[in-house]
């Protein structure tokens, strides 16, 4: 995997976002952007939440959380030939 190169900020920001994908922390950050680059982070940073959510849901199947990831990677994917950079979650 490619390394990343975060400035600070975009750390405190990842960090902020995987803080609120495992423990729904709060998440207030405003993003600024084109609309597609903004809409595909939305969606990434979206099904990245729904997939660790199903991850730690009781009673989850392996078919559900196998959707989710495919979901999540589908997500990535369209942030990457969007963005230019791979979604690092």
């Known amino acids: 995997m490619a390394e990343l190169n975060l400035t600070p900020v975009g750390k405190l920001f990842f960090a902020s976002l995987i803080a609120w994908l495992v423990h729904d922390t709060k998440f207030n950050w405003k993003l600024r952007g084109s609309p597609d680059k903004v809409q595909a982070m939305a969606k990434a940073i979206i099904s990245s939440k729904r997939f660790q959510q199903e991850m730690a849901k009781e009673g989850a199947t392996v078919e559900s959380v196998i959707a989710k990831l495919n979901l999540k990677n589908i997500s990535a994917n ?12």
Request: glycine share 8%; net charge negative; hydrophobic share 50%.
């Open 78 to 89: 369209e942030f990457t030939s969007i963005v230019g950079a791979p979604w690092p979650l």
